[in-house]
């Protein structure tokens, strides 16, 4: 069984630029969330995405933004970055088959803006 | 609006003595509960769950957490800890109503088990 891999695990980005960030889901998963997890905070939901489509969405602005691939890979697409956009970006990947059981991360992207 | 606690923002224990990780929750409903462990410089790894049923439940690594309907709490124990442990501890929530798998997390407890 393969777990969930991110790419790439670190990253440094200028203020304006943009960004994105990769995520293959566990084999078997068909759902890909991800998280915002600043310096001594908890993981904060940014979108879900299932089938492809957005299905939920955290309170983060539209300049996040994703993609979900037929393969249920996804990306993570952050625009017009900002120094508040520095954290350690989460992918965790689920089955709708199976709601009750727990999300699977990977070991995320540590993106830094300066 | 809701919301999961966690009020100690380090817990220290010393080897094979028992310890106590808590967390409360503000949300409404029967909310799925979780919690995960974080080492540093990696994702997070699923510890437990409480969905239903028995309110003490039994996950990885020897540890446990006792669920509390009326406290609306769900805090993480483990009988003997291990220096092992010694690791960045969450808990999160999930809304039953809705239709993502949105977990809302706590700040984190560091815990260090000293030997």
């Known amino acids: 069984e393969t777990g969930v891999t991110q790419s790439p695990t670190h990253l440094i980005k200028t203020r304006g630029q943009q960004v994105t960030l990769r995520c293959s889901s566990q084999?078997?998963?068909?759902?890909v969330s991800w998280y915002q997890q600043a310096l001594g905070q908890g993981p904060q939901f940014i979108f879900q995405?299932?089938?492809?489509?957005?299905?939920g969405r955290g309170n983060f602005p539209p300049r996040f933004s994703g993609l979900q691939f037929p393969n249920y890979s996804s990306e993570l697409n952050v625009n017009a970055l900002e120094l508040d956009d520095s954290a350690l970006y989460l992918c965790?990947?689920?089955?709708?088959?199976?709601?009750?059981?727990?999300?699977?991360f990977g070991n995320g992207t540590r993106l830094t803006v300066t | 609006a809701q919301s999961v606690a966690q009020p100690e923002d380090q817990v220290n224990v010393a080897e094979g003595n028992p310890l106590t990780v808590k967390c409360t929750y503000s949300?409404?409903?029967?909310?799925?509960l979780f919690w995960y462990v974080q080492y540093p410089n990696r994702g997070l790894q699923f510890l437990l769950k409480?969905?239903?049923?028995?309110?003490l439940v039994k996950g990885s690594y020897g540890f446990e957490a006792e669920f509390n309907k009326s406290q609306t709490s769900f805090h993480l124990k483990k009988p003997s800890a291990l220096v092992s442990d010694s690791a960045l501890y969450f808990c999160?929530?999930?809304?039953?109503?809705?239709?993502?798998?949105?977990?809302?997390f706590g700040t984190g407890t560091r815990l260090q088990v000293f030997p």
């Open positions: 965790a990947s689920s089955s709708r088959t199976d709601p009750m059981a727990p999300l699977h």
């Open positions: 084999s078997g998963h068909n759902t």
């Open positions: 995405y299932y089938r492809e489509e957005e299905n």
């Open positions: 949300v409404s409903g029967n909310p799925y």
């Open positions: 409480y969905i239903t049923g028995d309110n």
């Open positions: 999160a929530v999930r809304p039953r109503a809705g239709n993502t798998d949105k977990l809302i």
